[in-house]
């Protein structure tokens, strides 16, 4: 059903509490109150945190995409173009690696978890913040070392440095980028168990499990994976680089070692983190959704429990990326059927939101544009992982670009664009600042346009059997490849035309208010930008994070008090 109580401009709605909304003193913020480059370095507030965190994963991203603009330049032409065989490896190994390890992962917990998180909860902070301060030391040394492989050398074994890829003379410098990760996943081991810990015991009065907002369900849910997860990774790096350093024969078969282990130790802490990357991304989606449709989430209780169960049942797949890898026809049975069955908890996730949208007040502002670009890219993500997930099918598709096209719908057509949704749905509470409404529509249908210029050719160069990470390939292909490259070009557009408005907004945006949106949960209910202690005063969760209509009936009685 429609909602009749939805204001003509929800934008101009009141916070449900507006007493709240107030500062500590007139143009004190977070941001203000205290000034110059120490107090950002030794800050313990979650949100300048989070900001540090946010231009450090954004400048990650940058860098990954700079490196896969110019990979993509080389595939214009089948042979001998541009680069040398040595630096297209390293080339895509480190766009890889960082898009993964210092993008993709950190992205939306270390960011914007870590500045709303605690304002969803009616919290002051995180439960540990000198911790928080630290997993950001820590995230800096770890990408400072990936960032001292690529000045001194490069990697040339792809991001997953399979042995014995990683065990070889021209493998490049492994140990110091192993090195690099392991030191990165104590970061978000430690951003997780700050997490769970936040959520726990933090939570406002009246702040029930069944009223946080989705967001934080998925936050909890990720941050299970990563404490659990992430020592696998850990573990194996540190065994791969005593491994290449002192020839003791784990994974180099030279040496008695076995290197389908390490595919093992790998996929069975990578596969959950997929979902380290999508979940946040998920909770992400179901915020804009309810938000800027004025609809509550249908079905809130399926949606919390699904990522719960897409937390647990992702340890259990992990051997479907070992199909070809010579693992017994039982076992890729058995791996064969959890990975449809995974497929149920995203499901549910998928046709709740549309069942959300059907008959809401849709919005089609730049985070809603984003929203349905989710939609439509994960959906075909999803399905295809599904082609993927079949025996018959895999054995065919593996190592393909088939394989390419369905990982980057999955990870940029959905945590990137849950991440860069949520980005713009925040924007305002961040930084005090409205965007350009007109220049952030234009650069999300460039992005929408652009991804699928790029990445929709790779399923048809897949199935036609283009290997993936080839330098050369065969006349026949290039078609496909060209189109592929123009596509990146366009994406590469819309992004920059981003940068260039959010950068342009800090100084010369209009001035956001309390709650643009008309939003109900609880960082909505707070002065813009926020205060340092979050909220003057204890804040109540007296309703849910999604009953639109108390925000709708805040906005009456302010009117008819002002009359």
């Known amino acids: 059903m429609s909602d009749s109580t939805t204001p003509a401009h929800p934008e101009r709605s009141a916070p449900a509490h507006p007493e709240r909304s107030r500062g500590t003193a007139a143009g004190t913020n977070y941001l203000n109150a205290q000034r110059g480059i120490k107090s950002w370095l030794t800050t313990l507030d979650h949100k300048r945190i989070g900001i540090m965190y946010l231009v450090s994963v954004l400048t990650a991203f940058l860098l990954g995409?700079?490196?896969?603009?110019?990979?993509?330049?080389?595939?214009?032409?089948?042979?001998?173009?541009?680069?040398?065989?040595?630096q297209y490896n390293e080339l895509f190994t480190l766009h890889g690696a960082i898009m993964i390890f210092l993008f993709i992962i950190p992205s939306i917990p270390a960011s914007l978890g870590n500045f709303f998180v605690p304002m969803m909860i009616g919290a002051k902070d995180v439960a540990f913040p000198r911790l928080n301060l630290m997993s950001l030391y820590i995230y800096w040394v770890g990408a400072a070392m990936a960032l001292l492989v690529i000045l001194i050398g490069g990697v040339?074994?792809?991001?997953?440095?399979?042995?014995?890829?990683?065990?070889?003379?021209?493998?490049?410098?492994?140990?110091?980028?192993?090195?690099?990760?392991?030191?990165?996943?104590?970061?978000?081991?430690?951003?997780?168990?700050?997490?769970?810990?936040?959520?726990?015991?933090?939570?406002?009065?009246?702040?029930?499990?069944?009223?946080?907002?989705?967001?934080?369900?998925?936050?909890?849910?990720?941050?299970?994976?990563?404490?659990?997860?992430?020592?696998?990774?850990?573990?194996?790096?540190?065994?791969?680089?005593?491994?290449?350093?002192?020839?003791?024969?784990?994974?180099?078969?030279?040496?008695?070692g076995d290197p389908v282990l390490f595919q093992h130790f790998f996929w069975f802490y990578s596969h959950p983190a997929v979902y380290i990357m999508i979940l946040p991304g998920m909770g992400i989606i179901s915020e804009l959704i309810a938000v800027h449709a004025r609809r509550r989430i249908f079905g809130y209780t399926f949606v919390a429990f699904s990522s719960i169960a897409i937390a647990l049942l992702g340890f259990l797949v992990w051997g479907h990326h070992m199909f070809v890898s010579g693992q017994s026809v039982m076992a890729g049975?058995?791996?064969?059927?959890?990975?449809?069955?995974?497929?149920?908890p995203s499901g549910v996730k998928?046709?709740?939101?549309?069942?959300?949208?059907?008959?809401?007040?849709?919005?089609?502002?730049?985070?809603?544009?984003?929203?349905?670009?989710?939609?439509?890219?994960?959906?075909?993500?999803?399905?295809?992982?599904?082609?993927?997930?079949?025996?018959?099918?895999?054995?065919?598709?593996?190592?393909?670009?088939?394989?390419?096209?369905?990982?980057?719908?999955?990870?940029?057509?959905?945590?990137?664009m849950a991440f860069v949704g949520g980005l713009h749905h925040w924007w305002p509470?961040?930084?005090?600042?409205?965007?350009?409404?007109?220049?952030?529509?234009?650069?999300?249908?460039?992005?929408?346009?652009?991804?699928?210029?790029?990445?929709?050719?790779?399923?048809?160069?897949?199935?036609?059997?283009?290997?993936?990470?080839?330098?050369?390939?065969?006349?026949?292909?290039?078609?496909?490849?060209?189109?592929?490259?123009?596509?990146?070009?366009?994406?590469?557009?819309?992004?920059?035309?981003?940068?260039?408005?959010?950068?342009?907004?800090?100084?010369?945006?209009?001035?956001?208010?309390?709650?643009?949106?008309?939003?109900?949960?609880?960082?909505?209910?707070?002065?813009?930008?926020?205060?340092?202690?979050?909220?003057?005063?204890?804040?109540?969760?007296?309703?849910?994070?999604?009953?639109?209509?108390?925000?709708v009936a805040a906005q009456a009685a302010l009117e008819g008090s002002a009359s």
């Open 65 to 86: 995409g700079i490196f896969a603009l110019i990979i993509r330049i080389k595939l214009l032409f089948p042979g001998h173009y541009l680069i040398t065989r040595a």
């Open 156 to 256: 040339s074994t792809g991001w997953t440095f399979y042995a014995p890829f990683s065990e070889g003379p021209d493998a490049g410098h492994v140990i110091l980028m192993t090195v690099a990760v392991f030191i990165l996943g104590f970061s978000s081991i430690l951003t997780g168990l700050n997490f769970i810990v936040t959520i726990h015991k933090l939570r406002a009065p009246g702040m029930t499990w069944f009223k946080m907002p989705l967001f934080l369900w998925s936050i909890y849910a990720t941050s299970l994976v990563q404490i659990l997860a992430t020592p696998v990774l850990g573990i194996t790096m540190v065994l791969l680089a005593l491994d290449r350093g002192f020839h003791i024969g784990i994974f180099d078969p030279r040496y008695g």
């Open 350 to 416: 998928v046709f709740n939101w549309l069942a959300t949208l059907y008959q809401g007040s849709i919005s089609l502002r730049a985070p809603m544009l984003y929203a349905l670009s989710f939609l439509f890219l994960f959906t075909i993500g999803g399905l295809t992982g599904i082609f993927l997930g079949m025996l018959s099918v895999d054995v065919h598709l593996h190592d393909t670009y088939f394989v390419v096209a369905h990982f980057h719908y999955v990870m940029m057509g959905g945590t990137v």
């Open 429 to 551: 509470k961040m930084t005090g600042r409205m965007y350009s409404e007109a220049w952030a529509r234009l650069s999300a249908i460039l992005i929408f346009i652009g991804f699928n210029a790029t990445f929709f050719p790779q399923f048809i160069l897949g199935s036609r059997g283009m290997p993936r990470r080839y330098y050369a390939y065969l006349p026949e292909f290039q078609g496909l490849h060209v189109f592929s490259t123009f596509g990146s070009w366009v994406i590469g557009a819309g992004f920059f035309i981003m940068l260039g408005y959010l950068v342009y907004s800090l100084k010369a945006g209009a001035v956001a208010s309390t709650n643009p949106w008309g939003a109900a949960s609880l960082e909505w209910q707070t002065a813009t930008p926020p205060p340092t202690e979050n909220f003057p005063v204890q804040p109540v969760a007296e309703h849910g994070p999604y009953d639109f209509e108390e925000v």
């Open 333 to 344: 049975a058995v791996f064969s059927f959890l990975t449809f069955f995974i497929a149920i």
